[in-house]
């Protein structure tokens, strides 16, 4: 089940992080609710899943999924650009979370 709250929580985190756009400043009603609705899913989720996957593991999985994702949602939808050191950067955020998982000894 902690993986299943830990999805939650990145794919909340992600609308959330996305919604932000649409407040405009926090002056738009429904997207400002959806927007704290969202962080606070994931806040919730994430509480839920350190129950059974360690902090670090659980953290590290939210956040580099949560900032390629964003990227991928902000250049297909927002029609933002990225250039070559922000897709290195973000490859070494995805490399990070591939070794604590593969390699940490103490999950």
């Not at 089940?1 to 738009?28: C, D, K, P, Q, W």
């Not at 899913?41 to 839920?48: C, P, T, V």
């Not at 953290?59 to 990227?71: F, P, S």
Request: glycine residues 10%; contains cysteine.
């Amino acid at each position: 089940m902690g993986y299943l709250y830990l999805t939650i929580a990145i794919v909340s985190e992600v609308i959330g992080s996305n919604m932000v756009i649409s407040t405009e400043g926090f002056t738009r009603i429904k997207p400002t609710l959806i927007c704290v609705f969202c962080f606070g899913l994931a806040i919730y989720m994430l509480s839920l899943t350190v129950r059974t996957i360690p902090l670090y593991i659980a953290y590290a999985m939210w956040g580099g999924l949560g900032i390629v994702l964003v990227t991928m949602v902000g250049v297909l939808f927002w029609k933002q650009t990225v250039d070559a050191p922000t897709l290195l950067g973000i490859f070494s955020i995805i490399l990070g979370v591939v070794v604590v998982n593969l390699f940490g000894k103490t999950h």
